[in-house]
């Protein structure tokens, strides 16, 4: 079965802390993709990255970077210099084949000024 | 705007009523997914289309729960003699797959449905 664990649940830092936030998954299949989204306080899932089981080069986005690591089935993101906008609940997920995502519990994020 | 949208964003009923929601994916988007999220907890799978056809549904749609996509557009989802733990946020997504490439889903502001 896919399960996807965000063991932190909530993170709270100051302004221009760098943070990052864990995700570990479990599936058997050896094709998958990962996904993280934001949720910011109005609700809506933000798209912020796709990664494909085959490709375990980090990303590095402005601010933002991940980590995919198979051998610990790990894949997490890392905020740094954040910034009040970063505040937001971020969602790991997994998505084997072509259908539904499997999302962890989430991470609240609070940034402080 | 050319995202996905939903409609309404909140809805209120009491228990017992039937309610619909509506949701318009992006335009060119081939599948469409329903999605409901508690308070506190990642959205958990309900039903999925690829064009008008509904390919898979989780366990979590009872009969009470039906949607549809008639023209695989846009697509509805109802729930009839609404329960209180009924209550929770319907997220909506589409996704662009084709040919084995499968995009990314981008969702919709989502409807909140508080069943009193």
């Known amino acids: 079965a896919q399960k996807v664990t965000q063991a932190q649940t909530e993170i709270s830092v100051v302004e221009k802390e760098d943070v990052t936030l864990d995700c570990v998954y479990e599936?058997?299949?050896?094709?998958?993709?990962l996904f993280w989204y934001k949720q910011p306080p109005s609700g809506e899932l933000v798209f912020l990255i796709r990664r494909n089981s085959f490709d375990e080069q980090n990303e590095i986005s402005g601010r933002y970077s991940w980590n995919f690591q198979k051998s610990t089935s790990s894949f997490n993101f890392t905020i740094t210099a954040s910034q009040v906008v970063d505040s937001a609940v971020y969602f790991c997920?997994?998505?084997?084949?072509?259908?539904?995502?499997?999302f962890g519990q989430g991470t609240r994020l609070t940034i402080n000024p | 705007d050319t995202g996905v949208s939903q409609d309404p964003r909140h809805k209120i009923t009491k228990r017992g009523q039937n309610v619909t929601f509506r949701c318009d994916p992006i335009?060119?988007?081939?599948?469409l997914y329903w999605y409901r999220q508690t308070l506190g907890q990642g959205p958990e799978f309900l039903t999925y289309f690829q064009n008008e056809a509904q390919l898979e549904k989780s366990r979590l749609l009872s009969d009470r729960f039906s949607a549809e996509r008639p023209k695989g557009s846009f697509s509805t989802l109802e729930i009839q003699r609404t329960e209180q733990g009924d209550s929770a946020m319907y997220l909506c997504a589409s996704s662009l797959d084709l040919a084995g490439i499968n995009n990314e889903q981008f969702f919709g502001p989502g409807t909140r449905l508080t069943v009193l």
């Open positions: 335009s060119e988007h081939n599948r």
């Open positions: 599936t058997r299949d050896t094709t998958y993709y």
């Open positions: 997920a997994l998505r084997q084949g072509a259908q539904k995502l499997v």
